[in-house]
């Protein structure tokens, strides 16, 4: 399998998104903005659709679109309050209908390239370009550790503590939006949907601390995100799709033993007692 | 404590021999092709002294075509890939450098026709340009492989007989259709009108698949009621959705044209070819009314 060029690069990559998804990933799901992904997805298409109609560079405008959508979303959320997921709907109808009007006078074969991406078809440029966005993300992680998990907390108290938390949340914004613009080209803005939130949604069934949620997750990505590539190598599936699946499975799996486990449990301590 | 942290990593051992097997031998020289007509040609000047693929699955339409796994290995593997080229392989430009450079482009080079402002990549439907296509095919297949020119040049002086005989009875076919209108789904027959002197009056520009706007229905529909056409054409390989409604909302029947864009695996295993089909495609046309 790895005396393939094009393998060696897509593992790579995998691995490296693999490692970015949850890290920028997780705070969005602590949030309770987990469809934001999507709605940013569907804005890095709605970004791309004008850089090809426009002529423009496609991959900087779709960063730019993912951020501004963000930043609005971040509004909403304030706007709608308890209904803080509206603000994503409202931004992925306009993402959708943005995309889908402009596609119209974008070369098709252009933006369905866009639009599923491929893994399999990557360049070194893009390997840089993800390795950049992996050291970035892994700095901001490791650097705002204790802030980021004060503000998810309570991002109130937080801020009375001291921490800057809405400088904090817009550097959060920019990178997530950055990490869904480039993981759209490189695997396709479906499966980035999906990567940012399922392995931190899988993690958080084991009912450990933030720190061990946040590990767990990392395995879990690696593990879709890994396994979707050699799976997809000898079943010869989509490589994304196949991902999105075995991060799907495996929540499923957690789900099943986690419910396995109380039962059991629940029945040896009714015997016992 | 570091021999049980190994331990437990045992099981992936396993893994590791993955890695070490080696590039698939093949112990005849292979070559890929991008869809149909470009396979068909590659497979026509290969013949029997090398296996040639192609990457596009019978009955699955180019454009909506994505690699899979298998298809790229296959890049990797060959020892030429042929594609077509004008925006019909949107993966071509994403292919790595070493991919690349045994990669190519059929129509480079070649004149071609637009239709609203784009290049209309269905160059392959016109025959003097495919026999050109052809001789692009051969003379990269002499070059790579050497050691089998003999037999290319060979195979490719029977494939230019059978384009020659099929041309001739094109020709017979010609003048009972020259300036006829015809309605078809999409716009892939400039070629093929250009050689016959056809119009096509078409519902979509040249992506097969996009749905129409209520500016174009109406349209389509104008023209064929003015010039009294009784056929609508559409493609098996997209969806007949358009031409169906088009058809119903006219009152004319619906039929099919084959752009030679794909073929089913019935269809080849039937013994359809490039020849067969585009022949076909005339006796429609001339079928239909006007």
């Known amino acids: 399998m790895f005396h393939y060029e094009f393998m060696i690069i897509a593992f790579v990559v995998a691995t490296m998104l693999a490692l970015v998804f949850p890290l920028l990933g997780g705070p969005v799901v602590y949030k309770k903005l987990s469809s934001s992904g999507d709605a940013l997805a569907h804005s890095s298409l709605a970004g791309i659709a004008i850089g090809l109609v426009s002529g423009l560079n496609p991959m900087l405008i779709s960063i730019i679109t993912c951020v501004v959508s963000f930043l609005i979303i971040g509004v909403l959320r304030r706007k709608f309050g308890k209904h803080a997921e509206i603000g994503v709907v409202v931004v992925l109808s306009g993402a959708i209908a943005l995309s889908g009007i402009l596609s119209g006078y974008a070369k098709a074969a252009n933006f369905d390239s866009y639009l599923f991406g491929s893994i399999l078809l990557l360049s070194y440029e893009e390997v840089y370009v993800v390795a950049g966005l992996l050291l970035v993300t892994l700095l901001f992680s490791i650097f705002f550790y204790q802030r980021q998990l004060h503000c998810l907390y309570s991002e109130e108290e937080a801020h009375i503590s001291g921490i800057k938390t809405g400088w904090l949340d817009l550097l959060h914004s920019l990178l997530f939006a950055l990490a869904v613009a480039i993981g759209s080209k490189a695997v396709g803005a479906l499966v980035v949907s999906s990567m940012v939130v399922l392995p931190t949604a899988s993690a958080l069934l084991l009912r450990k601390g933030y720190c061990f949620t946040l590990f767990a997750s990392l395995g879990y990505s690696l593990l879709a995100m890994l396994g979707g590539i050699v799976a997809s190598y000898y079943l010869d599936w989509k490589p994304g799709a196949t991902s999105a699946g075995i991060a799907v499975s495996a929540l499923l799996i957690t789900l099943i033993v986690r419910a396995l486990v109380t039962f059991f449990k629940k029945k040896a301590l009714a015997s016992r007692g | ?290």
């Not at chain 2, 699955?60 to 594609?83: G, M, N, Q, W, Y």
């Not at chain 2, 076919?173 to 096509?200: D, R, T, W």
Request: contains cysteine; aromatic residues 8%; glycine residues 6%.
């Open chain 2, 1 to 290: 404590m570091r021999i049980k942290s190994l331990r437990k990593i045992r099981f992936l051992l396993p893994l590791l021999g993955l890695c070490s097997c080696g590039p698939t031998q093949l112990d005849r020289p292979l070559v890929v092709a991008s869809f149909y007509p470009v396979w068909f040609l590659a497979d026509a000047i290969g013949g029997d002294a090398i296996d040639v693929e192609n990457l596009t699955p019978a009955g699955t339409e180019p454009h909506d075509f994505e690699l899979v796994p298998s298809a790229v290995r296959k890049i990797a593997d060959a020892s030429l890939c042929f594609v077509n080229g004008l925006g019909m392989e949107a993966w071509t430009d994403s292919l790595l450098p070493s991919y690349q450079k045994k990669t190519i482009i059929l129509s480079e080079g070649l004149p071609t026709q637009s239709v609203d402002g784009a290049v209309d990549p269905h160059i392959w439907l016109d025959t003097a340009l495919y026999r050109q296509m052809g001789e692009k095919v051969l003379s990269s297949m002499v070059q790579a492989l050497p050691s089998y020119a003999g037999e290319f040049r060979a195979n490719f002086a029977s494939f230019c007989a059978d384009l020659t005989e099929m041309e001739a009875s094109a020709k017979e076919i010609a003048a009972s259709i020259a300036g006829k209108p015809i309605a078809v789904s999409h716009a892939a027959y400039g070629y093929l009108c250009n050689e016959f002197h056809l119009k096509q009056i078409y519902i979509n520009g040249l992506s097969p698949d996009q749905e129409p706007t209520q500016q174009t229905m109406t349209q389509v529909l104008d023209a064929i009621a003015s010039y009294g056409i009784d056929t609508v054409f559409f493609e098996e390989l997209a969806s007949p959705a358009v031409a169906q409604a088009i058809a119903k909302a006219s009152g004319a029947k619906a039929e099919s044209l084959n752009p030679l864009e794909g073929l089913e695996e019935d269809e080849i295993a039937e013994g359809a070819t490039y020849f067969s089909v585009y022949l076909e495609n005339l006796h429609k046309i001339q079928e239909a009314k006007p």
